[in-house]
């Protein structure tokens, strides 16, 4: 009973006073437009690390202890043909070492000219490094360099400095994906508006969703900007959070409007074609909206701040715009009755009038239902195959870190990373840093150095017992020590063969964890970091909570989707389903952004890996999308089949009220995610491009293809649920009933027998809406 009355009292809330309801929205967007005003600026590039792992705790007491060895900012003098010890070079290089050193937040300054290391010296001997560690968080960090890169940049008498390193990377990253951000809005709103003019025929009806969607983004970034204040929030998040904004206001939208307009062309009065439309419609955005931040929330199951600020980001978003979309369209729709329908745009391409063809709107989506279900085995094995071929490239991922190739090739501080990956031995951050904490001899650290050297993928040591190769020592320490000398905390730095974050360097992290220091009970604690450990960490972590968050997502899902539809066996179809609609996004990210196929007409560089962390966040984004359709088509065929009985019509009822909604809908959301994946980053690209391929999969081929053909297959069966089920349904589930009790809607003579898919033809309503997309 309260469940049916809850949509009641929150319609009649609303539509109370419908202007002031609006302009508490519009005082609402004001106040949220100030608060997320400049959330960019207070955004992080990263966050992709475990920081409960053993690699992030020895990074913080190294970057405490030994700064030197946690470099994140480098100059690089080109010497243009006079060579690193030429005429004035080394006086250019202390003029620089000295201004890095009057700033008290750069640290661990080091360089070829002061330490003669072969490793800051390029091959051709052209080439130097000047390496330091900037502290403080990124906010902090990037400050910094703002204060100090018009003094260090470009000539400084003999050499061209550029400047490189992990803080670089990640102020440039930062600039480059706001810079897009912005783009990606210019190009998505005003194509959003020509598809909702073109789904709508109406242009006031078009109206309504895009105002929905600045409303929940706008709202979103306030809520990020309060985010901000007690944890690091990722620049992806915004990224995130438009998207799913806009596309999720959007869908909610286009729903209830929909919803809307077929009441009114049944000749419903507008008040309380709005109170049915809450009743039906938006307590199914409801449901929806919950579906997707339960998608959203198993992010929070995972250490690393990227996945969690995009949880945060993420469920803000839905919330406000399932919130936005029951606000503002009953009211204004409510205002407006039967002037939704105004402005009708498409004359300007089809003369008739808007009305005329109704009668044909949703016969397309109709006759291929049908034709689905004449066919069920065909389509349902064929489609299946389809699906797990084109994600079979998954097979053969491999997961890896990001860095500085995620950005343009013309990127500052990638070119500098470029050029240190070409013409030097190693780099200053790749090394694998091993840090011991605790007494040690000399003897027992050149001892446990030797047997470092010796494992395999190692070109050598470096430690207070001196430098190591193949088990022996080639360097004397920097100072002469007594070999009996004990030290309370001592590093050694492992220089990999290979490239800092590949597989041969995580298999040597893990062979250095495995290899003891000494058989002492009193020996040091040994920590390992740098890249490739907190690689190693971070796959770990996702690997131990990873089959937490897949049962906690399957358990929520099969109880929210029971509670729809009352059936046992519906929620396990939609589990397995939305499954496989994300195998073509899997198979995708692999074959173009690992192997590189079509990286020269997307512009990126493929570096034979995918970011660990960005696989889950597309899971349980696109998981929710995939839901938030379902959501949309198993209500209208559970409405169906509690009016009829008729298995196969509900089948084709819901397919064809909501086959050309679903597609619309899909269609719009991708082109926001394409505008987001037209970014100059990597990350972006794989981000919006991934998802645009696995909603419009969802929508075009499991939603219109796969559920029908399954749901025939599995005939009345489908509605199947035991006794006691059945009565827990009936108390608590959701009903998609359209006339509570006691209540019945008023509509005009004549109109009382007409069923929904024939009133708009019948009276001549322009409510084809989006059943033409796709028919």
Same mark, same amino acid.
């Given at each position: 009973?309260?469940?049916?009355?809850?949509?009641?009292?929150?319609?009649?809330?609303?539509?109370?006073?419908?202007?002031?309801?609006?302009?508490?929205?519009?005082?609402?967007?004001?106040?949220?437009?100030?608060?997320?005003?400049?959330?960019?600026?207070?955004?992080?590039?990263?966050?992709?690390?475990?920081?409960?792992?053993?690699?992030?705790?020895?990074?913080?007491?190294?970057?405490?202890?030994?700064?030197?060895?946690?470099?994140?900012?480098?100059?690089?003098?080109?010497?243009?043909?006079?060579?690193?010890?030429? @005429?004035? /070079?080394?006086?250019? !290089?202390?003029? +620089? %070492?000295?201004? &890095? $050193?009057?700033?008290?937040? #750069?640290?661990?300054?080091?360089?070829?000219?002061?330490?003669?290391?072969?490793?800051?010296?390029?091959?051709?001997?052209?080439?130097?490094?000047?390496?330091?560690?900037?502290?403080?968080?990124?906010?902090?960090?990037?400050?910094?360099?703002?204060?100090?890169?018009?003094?260090?940049?470009?000539?400084?008498?003999?050499?061209?400095?550029?400047?490189?390193?992990?803080?670089?990377?990640?102020?440039?990253?930062?600039?480059?994906?706001?810079?897009?951000?912005?783009?990606?809005?210019?190009?998505?709103?005003?194509?959003?508006?020509?598809?909702?003019?073109?789904?709508?025929?109406?242009?006031?009806?078009?109206?309504?969703?895009?105002?929905?969607?600045?409303?929940?983004?706008?709202?979103?970034?306030?809520?990020?900007?309060?985010?901000?204040?007690? @944890?690091? /929030?990722?620049?992806? !998040?915004?990224? +995130? %959070?438009?998207? &799913? $904004?806009?596309?999720?206001? #959007?869908?909610?939208?286009?729903?209830?409007?929909?919803?809307?307009?077929?009441?009114?062309?049944?000749?419903?009065?507008?008040?309380?074609?709005?109170?049915?439309?809450?009743?039906?419609?938006?307590?199914?955005?409801?449901?929806?909206?919950?579906?997707?931040?339960?998608?959203?929330?198993?992010?929070?199951?995972?250490?690393?701040?990227?996945?969690?600020?995009?949880?945060?980001?993420?469920?803000?978003?839905?919330?406000?715009?399932?919130?936005?979309?029951?606000?503002?369209?009953?009211?204004?729709?409510?205002?407006?009755?039967?002037?939704?329908?105004?402005?009708?745009?498409?004359?300007?391409?089809?003369?008739?009038?808007?009305?005329?063809?109704?009668?044909?709107?949703?016969?397309?989506?109709?006759?291929?239902?049908?034709?689905?279900?004449?066919?069920?085995?065909?389509?349902?094995?064929?489609?299946?195959?389809?699906?797990?071929?084109?994600?079979?490239?998954?097979?053969?991922?491999?997961?890896?870190?990001?860095?500085?190739?995620?950005?343009?090739?013309?990127?500052?501080?990638?070119?500098?990373?470029?050029?240190?990956?070409?013409?030097?031995?190693?780099?200053?951050?790749?090394?694998?840093?091993?840090?011991?904490?605790?007494?040690?001899?000399?003897?027992?650290?050149?001892?446990?150095?030797?047997?470092?050297?010796?494992?395999?993928?190692?070109?050598?040591?470096?430690?207070?017992?001196?430098?190591?190769?193949?088990?022996?020592?080639?360097?004397?320490?920097?100072?002469?020590?007594?070999?009996?000398?004990?030290?309370?905390?001592?590093?050694?730095?492992?220089?990999?063969?290979?490239?800092?974050?590949?597989?041969?360097?995580?298999?040597?992290?893990?062979?250095?964890?495995?290899?003891?220091?000494?058989?002492?009970?009193?020996?040091?604690?040994?920590?390992?970091?740098?890249?490739?450990?907190?690689?190693?960490?971070?796959?770990?972590?996702?690997?131990?909570?990873?089959?937490?968050?897949?049962?906690?997502?399957?358990?929520?899902?099969?109880?929210?989707?029971?509670?729809?539809?009352?059936?046992?066996?519906?929620?396990?179809?939609?589990?397995?389903?939305?499954?496989?609609?994300?195998?073509?996004?899997?198979?995708?990210?692999?074959?173009?952004?690992?192997?590189?196929?079509?990286?020269?007409?997307?512009?990126?560089?493929?570096?034979?890996?995918?970011?660990?962390?960005?696989?889950?966040?597309?899971?349980?984004?696109?998981?929710?999308?995939?839901?938030?359709?379902?959501?949309?088509?198993?209500?209208?065929?559970?409405?169906?089949?509690?009016?009829?009985?008729?298995?196969?019509?509900?089948?084709?009822?819901?397919?064809?009220?909501?086959?050309?909604?679903?597609?619309?809908?899909?269609?719009?959301?991708?082109?926001?995610?394409?505008?987001?994946?037209?970014?100059?980053?990597?990350?972006?690209?794989?981000?919006?491009?991934?998802?645009?391929?696995?909603?419009?999969?969802?929508?075009?081929?499991?939603?219109?293809?796969?559920?029908?053909?399954?749901?025939?297959?599995?005939?009345?069966?489908?509605?199947?649920?035991?006794?006691?089920?059945?009565?827990?349904?009936?108390?608590?589930?959701?009903?998609?009933?359209?006339?509570?009790?006691?209540?019945?809607?008023?509509?005009?003579?004549?109109?009382?027998?007409?069923?929904?898919?024939?009133?708009?033809?019948?009276?001549?309503?322009?409510?084809?809406?989006?059943?033409?997309?796709?028919?």
């Amino acid at each position: 009973m309260s469940a049916d009355r809850a949509p009641g009292r929150w319609t009649r809330a609303v539509t109370a006073r419908p202007r002031l309801s609006l302009l508490i929205v519009l005082l609402f967007t004001v106040l949220v437009v100030i608060a997320g005003s400049g959330v960019t600026e207070r955004l992080s590039s990263g966050g992709w690390e475990d920081p409960n792992s053993e690699s992030a705790h020895a990074t913080e007491t190294l970057e405490r202890e030994f700064p030197a060895s946690q470099p994140n900012l480098v100059l690089l003098l080109d010497t243009g043909g006079a060579g690193v010890d030429g @005429t004035g /070079v080394a006086a250019a !290089a202390e003029d +620089l %070492t000295k201004k &890095l $050193g009057e700033e008290s937040e #750069i640290t661990g300054i080091n360089s070829y000219w002061t330490s003669k290391s072969p490793a800051l010296r390029s091959d051709g001997g052209q080439k130097g490094m000047i390496t330091a560690h900037v502290e403080g968080d990124d906010k902090e960090a990037f400050e910094v360099l703002d204060r100090i890169e018009p003094q260090l940049r470009g000539r400084q008498g003999p050499v061209d400095v550029s400047i490189g390193g992990p803080v670089a990377v990640r102020y440039e990253m930062q600039e480059i994906v706001r810079d897009d951000l912005l783009k990606a809005e210019l190009i998505a709103f005003p194509i959003t508006l020509i598809l909702l003019i073109m789904v709508f025929g109406s242009a006031i009806a078009a109206l309504l969703p895009l105002a929905v969607g600045v409303v929940a983004v706008l709202g979103t970034n306030a809520a990020l900007s309060g985010i901000t204040a007690f @944890t690091d /929030v990722s620049v992806f !998040a915004q990224n +995130l %959070t438009t998207a &799913l $904004g806009l596309g999720l206001a #959007i869908d909610y939208a286009l729903f209830i409007v929909r919803r809307f307009r077929e009441e009114l062309a049944l000749g419903t009065d507008p008040r309380a074609a709005v109170a049915v439309t809450v009743r039906t419609a938006g307590r199914t955005v409801l449901f929806s909206a919950l579906t997707v931040a339960v998608s959203l929330f198993g992010l929070l199951l995972f250490p690393h701040g990227f996945l969690r600020s995009c949880a945060y980001a993420g469920i803000a978003v839905v919330v406000l715009a399932a919130l936005a979309a029951m606000v503002i369209l009953p009211a204004a729709l409510l205002l407006l009755g039967h002037r939704v329908n105004s402005l009708d745009m498409r004359r300007l391409w089809n003369r008739k009038p808007a009305g005329t063809a109704t009668a044909e709107k949703s016969t397309g989506w109709a006759r291929m239902a049908r034709l689905v279900m004449r066919r069920a085995p065909l389509f349902a094995v064929g489609t299946t195959v389809f699906l797990v071929l084109l994600g079979t490239p998954f097979l053969n991922v491999n997961f890896g870190t990001t860095d500085d190739r995620q950005l343009p090739t013309s990127a500052a501080s990638r070119v500098v990373q470029d050029e240190i990956r070409r013409e030097f031995t190693s780099s200053p951050s790749g090394l694998v840093l091993v840090y011991a904490d605790g007494t040690s001899t000399v003897r027992d650290l050149g001892t446990y150095s030797s047997e470092l050297s010796r494992l395999p993928d190692v070109v050598q040591v470096d430690g207070p017992a001196g430098q190591y190769k193949a088990g022996e020592r080639v360097g004397e320490p920097a100072a002469a020590l007594d070999e009996n000398a004990s030290s309370p905390r001592a590093l050694i730095s492992v220089v990999p063969a290979s490239e800092p974050v590949d597989a041969a360097s995580q298999d040597l992290v893990r062979d250095i964890r495995d290899t003891p220091f000494s058989d002492s009970a009193e020996a040091p604690e040994i920590s390992v970091t740098g890249p490739a450990a907190s690689l190693v960490d971070s796959k770990d972590a996702i690997a131990e909570r990873m089959p937490w968050a897949l049962a906690l997502l399957v358990v929520i899902t099969l109880v929210l989707i029971f509670l729809l539809t009352g059936s046992v066996l519906i929620p396990i179809q939609a589990v397995i389903l939305n499954a496989l609609s994300l195998t073509a996004m899997y198979g995708a990210l692999v074959w173009v952004f690992q192997e590189g196929h079509l990286s020269d007409l997307l512009g990126f560089t493929a570096t034979g890996d995918i970011e660990t962390t960005l696989p889950v966040l597309l899971f349980c984004v696109a998981f929710g999308l995939s839901m938030d359709y379902g959501v949309f088509l198993l209500s209208r065929m559970k409405e169906e089949y509690d009016k009829t009985g008729d298995h196969r019509e509900a089948v084709v009822f819901g397919l064809q009220r909501t086959g050309g909604l679903i597609t619309a809908a899909a269609i719009i959301l991708s082109v926001v995610m394409i505008a987001i994946g037209s970014g100059r980053v990597a990350g972006s690209k794989m981000l919006g491009l991934g998802i645009a391929l696995s909603v419009l999969m969802d929508a075009m081929v499991v939603r219109s293809l796969l559920v029908p053909s399954i749901m025939c297959l599995t005939g009345r069966a489908t509605w199947w649920a035991p006794a006691p089920l059945r009565r827990f349904h009936d108390r608590f589930g959701l009903r998609e009933s359209d006339e509570p009790m006691g209540e019945t809607r008023e509509v005009s003579p004549g109109a009382e027998n007409a069923r929904p898919s024939e009133a708009p033809g019948e009276q001549g309503e322009p409510v084809t809406t989006t059943d033409r997309v796709g028919s």
